[in-house]
Each structure stands twice: as C-alpha cells, then as structure tokens.
C-alpha cells in the first residue's frame, strides 16, 4: 500500500471523485473527511497496482501526488513534542549526573581550583557547555536530539529556537533551586519559554 495525496477537492466535485474512487475499491472516506475539516485535499492508501488507474482515471482534472510509503507528510501531536522535551532533559541530567556531577569529577575540580566558590562555577560553566554542545550536535547533525529521534520527530526548521527550548528547562530548574525570587522568575520564564516553544513545534517537525 502506499499513500496518495489528491488536491483539488471541493463541494462541487466531491461526489464525482469518490464514485471513481469507489469503482477501483479505494475507501473514499478521506475525500468526505477533507471537506468536512476544509482541506481542499485528501491523503488516500491504495495499491501500488492502481497508483497508474487513478492517475489515468483523475490526473486530468486533479493534481495526484504519489507518497512515500508510510510518510502521512502530517505533524505530530502537540504532547509528542512536550514528551520529548521532557525525556530528553531527563536524560540530559541524568548524563551530568553521571559526569560533571559526580563525587569523581568534583573531586578533580576541588584539586584544580581549590575553594568551593570557583568549584561550583566551574561546575555550572561546564555543565552549560555540555548541554549546548549535546543539543547542538544531535539537533543540527542528526535532526532531532535522542529520545526525540526515537519517537520518530525530524525537526526541519528553526531550529535555533528548538535548540534553545531543549538547553532552557535544566537551566530554569537549577535557577528555581537557587532560592532567590530573582532567580525563581527567571527560571520560571526559561521553563515557560521552553515549553511554549515545544508547542510551537509541532509545525516545524515531521515523523520521520
């Protein structure tokens, strides 16, 4: 089976194109579907043995458009974004707790700088660096940072916004810890900024 995307559809020829439809054995229920939520367009699955008849039968008077097998070229749901951003800081900070936040690693730090003050800075510097360099690196070589890539999710443009809505939540949640009410509405606004983006990006991100 594959898919077919059929432009063109309207009230007035609706009728015409789901009887052709209906005479090769195609389901016409998606060219109903396209009208009731004003597409102008219906996405069929067909036989790939009579991809030729429908062209033949309505390529005259409607644009066809074969697809790839499997590819529906529609936007996931706004909680599949969300899900992704959330699984992905997890894993994110569960790698700095394995790395950069370790006792091993602290105790390199305590012996590179001494005082507590610049161990702590140290640690927030490199922890920044981290996590712009992992979400850089997934997100603009690979399409979409690990867990998002699982799910499926190719981002395909702007990405710098998606690449900031990934690095903020960390940074949000560690300012909130701080205590300081400065520091909580600061990290309040990078939490909001995040997840507002992540529902922002449901337009710029297909399944792959």
Sequence with gaps: MIKVAIKGINESNLEDISLKLSDLGIDPAPVYRSIFEGKGQAIINCPKEK??????LL?????????????????????IPLLSLFLDNLLAFYLLK???WSEGFGRVLVSLFGGSIATVWARNILSLLFLGLYHYAFLFEKGAPPVAKLLGLNYTRDKLWIF???TFP????Y???IGSNLFKLLGLGLLSF????ALYSKDSVKFS
């Design 51 to 56: 991809l030729q008849e429908i062209q033949n």
């Design 59 to 79: 390529g005259k008077d409607y644009q066809i458009t074969p697809l790839e097998e499997g590819n529906t070229q529609t936007h996931p749901n706004f909680y």
């Design 98 to 100: 394995l790395s950069i």
């Design 164 to 166: 900031l809505s990934y």
């Design 170 to 173: 960390l940074i949000g949640i």
């Design 175 to 177: 300012l909130i810890s």
């Design 194 to 197: 995040a997840i507002g983006i």
